[in-house]
């Protein structure tokens, strides 16, 4: 966690702020992996977000959720990027059947994985 000065900085740049850290722990993690033959299989969950009182950008990528907490009640305002989840959505599990899923942990998007490490972004 680390407090950085976000007084009149433009929502927008908000989002900037955060892609330039997701760019960060994206060559961080390609160093971890190094050029081994199952490099391309490294990846990592993010969820990062900047808060300055009255706006909040959210970058997510992994199985981590993220939810707000309002008027004594949590919402989740992200989905994990899990294969189990997108057979959820696909209409080929339960939510029942995900929860025990030999496979419910396996991701589908990570932080370092190419085209499968586009994080999700946004602004509220």
């Known amino acids: 966690l680390k407090r950085l000065e976000t007084d009149g900085i433009p929502a927008g740049d908000l989002l900037n702020v955060l892609e330039d850290a997701v760019g960060r722990a994206e060559r961080a993690v390609h160093d971890v992996a190094g050029a081994g033959p199952s490099s391309e299989d490294f990846g990592t969950t993010l969820t990062a977000l900047l808060w ?16 707000l907490l309002r008027d004594g009640e949590l919402f989740q305002i992200t989905q994990d990027h899990t294969l189990v989840r997108s057979m959820v959505e696909d209409g080929r599990l339960t939510p029942e059947e995900a929860a025990t899923h030999p496979q419910r942990s396996l991701l589908v998007r990570a932080l370092g ?7 999700d972004t946004r602004l509220h």
């Open 113 to 119: 994985r190419g085209a499968d490490g586009t994080p």
């Open 52 to 67: 300055t009182g009255s706006r909040l950008a959210l970058v997510h990528i992994g199985d981590s959720r993220v939810h």
